[in-house]
C-alpha cells in the first residue's frame, strides 16, 4: 500500500534511533491530509502482529489503522494510503510514538508476542486521558472492545470524550482497586493491560483478574520501579514484583525493559492461570 504522510503537529519526538522515525513537530492537531503536495511517499506494511502496520519511506514509524480517520487523538501524525484498486477508497493510519505509550515502546522493543489483536476484549487499567488507549482501540477493532478504568476525574474526562467517536471503548470512571464497583459494564476479558503506576498493581491485576480473566488469558503490565520502591535496584523490584504476580496463578513469560523510551520500566508479559501442558 502507497500513500503520504500527513501534517501531522503532534509532540512525538521521533523514535527508534531510525532515520525520520515518526518525527512530529510542535503542538496542536495532527492534520494529515494524505496524499498531496508536501507529502512524502510511503508504504504501509502489516507489522508481525495483527492490528499493527509500519510505513517505509523517508518517515518510517509504526502505526495502527485509524478508527476514526481524519482524527487525531492527541496530535499524532496520520498516515494516508489508496485502498483497494479500482476503489476511491483511502485507509488511514495514525503514528504510534513508543515515547509516548508503554504499549508502543513494548512492540517497538521487540517483544515476542501481542495477546492484543483484532476482536480482543481487554481490561485496560489506567487508562489516563486515553493515549495508548486509542491505540488498542485501533488494534482491536470493531469486534474487539477496550473497558478503560480510570480514576482521575480530570483525565477520564479527556477519555470519555475520545470513546464518544469509538464505539469499542468503554470509559470506566473508577478505583481499579474496586472492581466489584465495574462489575456490571465488564465480561469476561482475553487481555487485562495494567499501566496504574502504583506500589499495589500486582494486587491490583491479580484482584481483576480473578474477577474478569479468562483461565489462560493474558496480562501485559508495565512496572515503574521507582513507584514501587524508590530505593531499591530496577532488576530487584522487577523480580519482586514477577514473584507476586506468580503467587496470584499470574505465570509470567516474558519481560522486557522499555529503555530507551520509558527509563527503569519493564512490561512483563504472562498467562493466568495457564492450562497444563503435557
Ligand atoms: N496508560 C496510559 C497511557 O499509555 O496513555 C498512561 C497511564 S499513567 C502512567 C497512570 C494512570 O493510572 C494515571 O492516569 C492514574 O490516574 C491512573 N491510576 C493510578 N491508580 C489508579 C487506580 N487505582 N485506579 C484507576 N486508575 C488509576
Redesign the pocket.
Known amino acids: 500500500m502507497k500513500g503520504g504522510f500527513g501534517k501531522g503537529k503532534g509532540k512525538g519526538k521521533g523514535f527508534g534511533g531510525g532515520k525520520g522515525f515518526g518525527k512530529g513537530k510542535g503542538k496542536g492537531k495532527g492534520k494529515g491530509k494524505g496524499k498531496g503536495k508536501g507529502f512524502a511517499k510511503v508504504v504501509v506494511e502489516p507489522h508481525r502482529f495483527a492490528g499493527v502496520f509500519v510505513s517505509r519511506g523517508k518517515d518510517e514509524a509504526m502505526l495502527t489503522k485509524n478508527m476514526v480517520p481524519g482524527e487525531s487523538v492527541y496530535g499524532e501524525k496520520r498516515v494516508q494510503v489508496d485502498g483497494p484498486e479500482g476503489s476511491n477508497e483511502k485507509i488511514e493510519y495514525r503514528v504510534w510514538n513508543p515515547f ?4 508502543g515502546a513494548t512492540i517497538v522493543g521487540g517483544v515476542g508476542q501481542m495477546p492484543i489483536q483484532p476482536g480482543s476484549k481487554v481490561l485496560y ?9 486509542s491505540h488498542v482501540s485501533d488494534m482491536v477493532g470493531p469486534e474487539g472492545c477496550v473497558y478503560a ?4 476525574h480530570r ?1 477520564a474526562r479527556d477519555l470519555t470524550n475520545m470513546a464518544k467517536k469509538r464505539p469499542n471503548i468503554v470509559p470506566i470512571l ?4 474496586q472492581p466489584l464497583k465495574y462489575r456490571m459494564l465488564v465480561g469476561m476479558v482475553d487481555v487485562i493491560f495494567s ?4 506500589p499495589d498493581q500486582a494486587r ?1 491485576v491479580a484482584l481483576n483478574a480473578q474477577m474478569f480473566l479468562k483461565v489462560n488469558g493474558w496480562f501485559i503490565i508495565s512496572i515503574k520501579a521507582n513507584c514501587v520502591d524508590s530505593t531499591a535496584a530496577p532488576e530487584a523490584v522487577f523480580a519482586s514484583e514477577v514473584e507476586k504476580l506468580k503467587k496470584d496463578n499470574l505465570r509470567p513469560k516474558e519481560q522486557l525493559t522499555l529503555e530507551p523510551y520509558h527509563r527503569d520500566h519493564a512490561i512483563v508479559i504472562g498467562q493466568y492461570r495457564p492450562f497444563k501442558t503435557a
Open positions: 509516548r505509550s508503554k504499549l487499567l489506567g487508562s489516563a486521558s486515553g493515549t495508548t488507549v478504568v480510570e480514576f482521575s483525565s473508577e478505583d481499579a482497586r499501566d496504574v503506576a502504583q491490583i
